[in-house]
């Protein structure tokens, strides 16, 4: 008789080396440290002080010698102070990609949950009667013919139009993305900071976009008191600055960059935790961070006006819930006939990602 031999479950992370345990809290200190080699590996060994994080078979110095020699981070100028390398931005990327990705698979939905079918460059598994401009070349022969035989018989050899069945599809569209990340002072204001979320999740999407769409695009732009377009490769050390919102600055920008790109769907997410409290005019700027300012609020939904008049999809994720301001993001999304979600920090990524694949699928 055969046996099965159960044992204790010490989950994947038992297999990791020393290495890979200190390298994932390396990257997740340069995030919040917007990229500071030697602040990030400080910490690391007040954190390794008080938690014993290694012991005298790996200690803190073996790892930073595994990390220059591994091509992690690197030494620039004179003074040899140390950066990270390209080699590790991406791993940056391709970490937050899995960490993001792996709760989306967790939560349910899946990569490419679409609810419509129709003609397409992707086949599925389903089939549909045959309609006036259906592609010949998606007819399916054997069910075709299998029903064309149950209605007339084995010997007869005719088919008409009600016999014909066709494999349904999912149409990928070419997608031009632009990521707004709010950086004004309230993303890390009362102690929580909300910025290394929103950059790990524009470092996930980027990853996403890059490896599974190549064809599609994703531009990146911050906006506090005015609004300017940032590289991927200057994402790791963003930082808040003391800024006000200048939402309408964002959304000009936004409008600006997707009115270049030829591809056919077009969608700003906008990442923020706070209302528009700051215009650009001739004289400087109009600020005012006390309630909803009624001259900065016409300006915004003005923008997001102009957003639905050009058939581009705006969908906001709103990183706060006060009363008063889900009503002004009530207010903005039914401007731009768009789309909102209050998320808390932990589903911020989850979201981005489902709403970005679902927005991927259309009918045509």
């Known amino acids: 008789m055969s046996s099965i031999l159960f044992s204790r479950y010490l989950g994947a992370s038992h297999n990791e080396g020393p290495f890979e345990r200190l390298l994932r809290l390396f990257q997740e200190l340069?995030?919040?440290?917007?990229?500071?080699?030697?602040?990030?590996?400080?910490?690391m060994n007040q954190l390794d002080r008080e938690y014993d994080l290694t012991d005298d078979n790996y200690g803190m110095g073996d790892f930073i010698e595994d990390l220059k020699r591994r091509g992690y981070i690197k030494e620039s100028g004179a003074n040899g102070r140390f950066t990270i390398s390209s080699k590790m931005e991406q791993v940056i990327r391709k970490s937050a990609l899995e960490e993001i990705?792996?709760?989306?698979?967790?939560?349910?939905?899946?990569?490419h949950h679409t609810d419509f079918t129709g003609k397409g460059d992707e086949s599925l598994p389903e089939l549909k009667p045959y309609e006036f401009g259906d592609s010949t070349d998606r007819i399916a022969l054997t069910e075709s013919m299998r029903n064309a035989q149950m209605r007339w018989g084995i010997d007869d050899s005719f088919w008409v139009n009600d016999d014909l069945v066709v494999q349904e599809s999912s149409s990928k569209m070419s997608t031009a993305t632009v990521l707004m990340i709010d950086i004004s002072h309230s993303m890390i204001l009362y102690g929580e900071d909300r910025i290394t979320p929103a950059k790990k999740v524009a470092l996930a999407l980027a990853e996403f976009i890059r490896s599974r769409?190549?064809?599609?695009?994703?531009?990146?732009?911050?906006?506090?008191?005015?609004?300017w377009q940032?590289?991927?490769?200057?994402?790791?050390?963003?930082?808040?600055?003391?800024?006000?919102?200048?939402?309408?600055a964002g959304l000009q920008l936004a409008q600006?960059?997707?009115?270049?790109?030829?591809?056919?769907?077009?969608?700003?997410?906008?990442?923020?935790?706070?209302?528009?409290s700051c215009l650009k005019e001739l004289g400087g700027y109009y600020k005012n961070s006390f309630g909803l300012d009624r001259k900065i609020v016409n300006k915004t939904l003005n923008e997001a006006i102009k957003c639905r008049r050009n058939?581009?999809?705006?969908?906001?994720?709103?990183?706060?819930t006060d009363?008063?301001?889900?009503?002004?993001?009530?207010?903005?999304?039914d401007?731009?006939?768009?789309?909102?979600?209050?998320?808390?920090l932990d589903k911020l990524g989850s979201f981005v990602i489902h709403d970005y694949t679902r927005n991927k699928r259309k009918n045509r």
């Open 323 to 333: 009363p008063y301001l889900k009503q002004f993001i009530h207010e903005f999304t």
């Open 230 to 248: 940032i590289s991927l490769k200057e994402l790791p050390y963003l930082e808040v600055g003391p800024f006000h919102t200048n939402t309408v």
């Open 101 to 111: 990705f792996g709760k989306l698979r967790r939560s349910g939905p899946g990569e």
């Open 30 to 43: 340069l995030l919040y440290n917007s990229g500071d080699v030697a602040e990030a590996l400080d910490w």
């Open 335 to 344: 401007s731009c006939k768009g789309k909102a979600f209050y998320s808390g």
């Open 311 to 320: 058939h581009i999809q705006v969908t906001t994720f709103m990183l706060a």
């Open 213 to 227: 769409y190549p064809k599609d695009t994703l531009d990146i732009l911050v906006f506090g008191n005015d609004a």
């Open 256 to 276: 600006d960059l997707l009115r270049k790109k030829r591809n056919h769907n077009k969608q700003i997410f906008m990442i923020t935790d706070g209302k528009p």
